[in-house]
C-alpha cells in the first residue's frame, strides 16, 4: 500500500485528528436487466456535509467517479460539530469505497489519499475520468472553498491521479500553473461538466471571487459563454461553439452526463439548471440538450412524461439495459429556495432513451437535498453521494447568502452521507451489493 493511501474508517480518512469518535452526516438527511461492462457515472459537482461530534476532521466531498471496482470521491466542503460550535472546513484528501464487496453506509471503509501541496482544493469541482488510459483529472473547474483557513483560490492547473488498483494512487500535475495556454482560459464555477469518450467538456459557468487569483477582484458572477473541450489523450483544450445550447451559450448549476451507448462516440446531455437571467427561473425539463462530440454538433431533443420541476444542483446517473436502451437517474436538487417548499424535490426521475420520455419513482418525499453526487455501480444500483439541506432552518433566501444554514441545519439521513437506490426494486437501501 501507498505510503500516501490509508485504509481506515471514515473518521480517520477524512480527518487529520478525528480519531475513534463516531461519524454522522449532517444533513442531507419496471425491472430491466443490465449490461454492468458499459456502466458509466457522471462526474457531477455536489457537497458533502459531515458531523462529526465533539471532534474535528478536514475533508467532505463533493464529486465522486467510478474506476475499475473502487468509488473515487474528491474535493468540497464539511461541517462538523468542535465543543459547543458547528465548524465548517474544506476537503483536503481523496477518498475511495470499495466496490467488490457488499458493505453498509455506517460502516464501509474508505481508503484515503493524501494530496502533495500544491494541488488545488476546489468545490464545485470536476472528476474527469479517462477509461482507456485510467486517468482522472482535476483542477481546471471549480473554486476554493468559502469555509476554513484556506487563502486565495489556487492558480489554474490540471491535476491527473492513476488509480493502482487497490483504491489509491498519487496525483501529479500535468499541466502547471505557469503554462502559457493559461493566458486564453479561465476557471470557472457552477458550469455544466462531465467526461466520455476521451474528452472532458465545460459549458457555460460563471467567474467570482473565489475561481482564480486574477479573479479575486470581481464584484460579481460574471457569466463566462461558451464550451470548451479537454482531449484527454492529448491533454489540450478547444473551443466549441454553445449556440446550440441557448444563443448566448450561458448558463450552469445543471448537470451534464455522458451516454456512451449511443453514436459513434457517445453523446453528452445536458438539461435544468439557470441561464442566470432570472434568480427565480429554472430551464425546464421538457427539452434535453445533445453534443455530438466528433461532429461538435448540438440537437435539441423534446421530452415527454411526468417532467421533473425546473430545478438545480441535482445530480444524474444513467446506466445501459440489455435490450438498448438507456436510463438516466435525476435525483433531487431544489429550485433555489431554502425552507420547506424544497421537500417536494426530494424525489427520483428516470429518463429513458432514445424514448425521451420521463418517469417519476413513488416515494415520500421526506429529506430533500442539494449539491451532491450520483454514481451507477454494481448493474443495478445507485450510490448517492453527500449533499446539504434543502430544507434548512429559515424560510426565505437563496443558497449563496444562507450557505452556511443548509450546511447546519440537521443531520443527514443517510449515515456517513451515503444511501444505495435499487434500480430493480426503485427503493433506497442502507446496503450496497456487489
Same mark, same amino acid.
Given at each position: 500500500?501507498?505510503?500516501?493511501?490509508?485504509?481506515?474508517s471514515?473518521?480517520?480518512?477524512?480527518?487529520?485528528?478525528?480519531k475513534?469518535?463516531?461519524?454522522?452526516a449532517?444533513?442531507?438527511?419496471?425491472?430491466?436487466?443490465?449490461?454492468?461492462?458499459?456502466?458509466?457515472?457522471?462526474?457531477i459537482?455536489?457537497?458533502?456535509?459531515l458531523?462529526?461530534?465533539?471532534?474535528?476532521?478536514?475533508?467532505?466531498?463533493?464529486?465522486?467517479?467510478?474506476?475499475?471496482?473502487?468509488?473515487?470521491?474528491?474535493?468540497?466542503?464539511?461541517?462538523?460539530?468542535?465543543?459547543?460550535?458547528?465548524?465548517?472546513?474544506y476537503?483536503?484528501?481523496?477518498?475511495?469505497?470499495?466496490?467488490?464487496?457488499?458493505?453498509?453506509?455506517?460502516?464501509?471503509?474508505?481508503?484515503?489519499?493524501?494530496?502533495?501541496?500544491?494541488?488545488?482544493?476546489?468545490?464545485?469541482?470536476?472528476?474527469?475520468?479517462?477509461?482507456?488510459?485510467?486517468?482522472?483529472y482535476?483542477?481546471?473547474?471549480?473554486?476554493?472553498?468559502?469555509?476554513?483557513?484556506?487563502?486565495?483560490?489556487?492558480?489554474?492547473?490540471?491535476?491527473?491521479?492513476?488509480?493502482?488498483?487497490?483504491?489509491?494512487? =498519487?496525483?501529479?500535475?500535468?499541466?502547471?500553473?505557469?503554462?502559457?495556454?493559461?493566458?486564453?482560459?479561465?476557471?470557472?464555477?457552477?458550469?455544466?461538466?462531465?467526461?466520455?469518450?476521451?474528452?472532458?467538456?465545460?459549458?457555460?459557468?460563471?467567474?467570482?471571487?473565489?475561481t482564480?487569483?486574477?479573479?479575486?477582484?470581481?464584484?460579481?458572477?460574471?457569466?463566462?459563454?461558451?464550451?470548451?473541450?479537454?482531449?484527454?489523450?492529448?491533454?489540450?483544450?478547444?473551443?466549441?461553439?454553445?449556440?446550440?445550447?441557448?444563443?448566448?451559450?450561458?448558463?450552469?448549476?445543471?448537470?451534464?452526463?455522458y451516454?456512451?451507448?449511443?453514436?459513434p462516440?457517445?453523446?453528452?446531455?445536458?438539461?435544468?439548471?439557470?441561464?442566470?437571467?432570472?434568480?427565480?427561473?429554472?430551464?425546464?425539463?421538457?427539452?434535453?440538450?445533445?453534443?455530438?462530440?466528433?461532429?461538435?454538433?448540438?440537437?435539441?431533443?423534446?421530452? *415527454?412524461?411526468?417532467?421533473?420541476?425546473?430545478?438545480?444542483?441535482?445530480?444524474?446517473?444513467?446506466?445501459? =439495459?440489455?435490450?438498448? *436502451?438507456?436510463?438516466?437517474?435525476?435525483?433531487?436538487?431544489?429550485?433555489?429556495?431554502?425552507?420547506?417548499?424544497?421537500?417536494?424535490?426530494?424525489?427520483?426521475?428516470?429518463? *429513458?432513451?432514445?424514448?425521451?420520455?420521463?418517469?417519476?419513482?413513488?416515494?415520500?418525499?421526506?429529506?430533500?437535498?442539494?449539491?451532491?453526487?450520483?454514481?451507477?455501480?454494481?448493474?443495478?444500483?445507485?450510490?448517492?453521494?453527500?449533499?446539504?439541506?434543502?430544507?434548512a432552518?429559515?424560510?426565505?433566501?437563496?443558497?449563496?447568502?444562507?450557505?452556511?444554514?443548509?450546511?447546519?441545519?440537521?443531520?443527514?439521513?443517510?449515515?456517513?452521507?451515503?444511501?444505495?437506490?435499487?434500480? *430493480?426494486?426503485?427503493?433506497?437501501?442502507?446496503?450496497?451489493?456487489?
Open positions: 500500500m501507498s505510503s500516501q493511501q490509508q485504509r481506515c471514515i473518521v480517520r480518512a477524512l480527518s487529520r485528528s478525528c475513534g469518535t463516531d461519524i454522522e449532517i444533513q442531507a438527511s419496471g425491472p430491466r436487466s443490465y449490461d454492468e461492462s458499459i456502466l458509466r457515472s457522471a462526474s459537482p455536489g457537497l458533502w456535509v458531523y462529526c461530534q465533539n471532534t474535528p476532521f478536514s475533508t467532505h466531498v463533493v464529486l465522486a467517479a467510478v474506476a475499475g471496482n473502487y468509488l473515487y470521491i474528491e474535493g468540497g466542503e464539511i461541517s462538523y460539530i468542535l465543543g459547543d460550535s458547528v465548524v465548517n472546513q476537503a483536503s484528501n481523496t477518498l475511495s469505497i470499495d466496490l467488490s464487496q457488499d458493505w453498509v453506509n455506517s460502516s464501509v471503509v474508505f481508503n484515503s489519499i493524501i494530496k502533495p501541496a500544491g494541488a488545488p482544493l476546489l468545490s464545485d469541482s470536476s472528476l474527469w475520468y479517462d477509461q482507456d488510459n485510467d486517468v482522472f482535476s483542477g481546471f473547474t471549480g473554486r476554493s472553498s468559502l469555509f476554513g483557513d484556506q487563502p486565495d483560490p489556487p492558480p489554474i492547473s490540471v491535476w491527473s491521479l492513476k488509480p493502482d488498483g487497490a483504491g489509491g494512487g =498519487s496525483w501529479k500535475v500535468d499541466i502547471s500553473p505557469d503554462d502559457p495556454k493559461w493566458s486564453r482560459r479561465t476557471r470557472t464555477d457552477w458550469g455544466y461538466t462531465a467526461s466520455g469518450g476521451g474528452s472532458a467538456l465545460v459549458l457555460g459557468g460563471v467567474l467570482n471571487p473565489w482564480t487569483p486574477a479573479s479575486m477582484n470581481v464584484k460579481e458572477d460574471v457569466l463566462v459563454p461558451g464550451l470548451i473541450e479537454f482531449n484527454m489523450t492529448r491533454k489540450s483544450f478547444y473551443n466549441s461553439s454553445a449556440t446550440g445550447f441557448n444563443a448566448k451559450g450561458v448558463g450552469g448549476r445543471g448537470a451534464m452526463h451516454v456512451p451507448s449511443f453514436g462516440n457517445g453523446l453528452f446531455l445536458v438539461m435544468g439548471g439557470t441561464d442566470f437571467s432570472d434568480p427565480d427561473q429554472n430551464i425546464a425539463f421538457d427539452n434535453i440538450w445533445v453534443y455530438e462530440t466528433l461532429e461538435n454538433r448540438w440537437y435539441n431533443q423534446t421530452a *415527454t412524461g411526468s417532467l421533473p420541476a425546473g430545478r438545480r444542483n441535482f445530480c444524474l446517473a444513467g446506466i445501459a =439495459s440489455t435490450n438498448e *436502451t438507456y436510463e438516466v437517474f435525476l435525483y433531487g436538487g431544489f429550485d433555489g429556495h431554502l425552507g420547506s417548499a424544497s421537500i417536494p424535490y426530494d424525489e427520483i426521475f428516470i429518463l *429513458t432513451l432514445p424514448a425521451f420520455h420521463w418517469f417519476r419513482v413513488p416515494y415520500l418525499p421526506l429529506h430533500p437535498r442539494h449539491g451532491h453526487s450520483c454514481n451507477a455501480v454494481g448493474g443495478s444500483q445507485i450510490i448517492s453521494i453527500g449533499g446539504v439541506d434543502s430544507n432552518k429559515i424560510t426565505t433566501g437563496y443558497l449563496q447568502s444562507t450557505r452556511e444554514s443548509s450546511f447546519n441545519s440537521s443531520r443527514d439521513s443517510f449515515a456517513q452521507g451515503l444511501a444505495v437506490f435499487d434500480m *430493480t426494486t426503485l427503493e433506497w437501501a442502507e446496503q450496497y451489493i456487489a
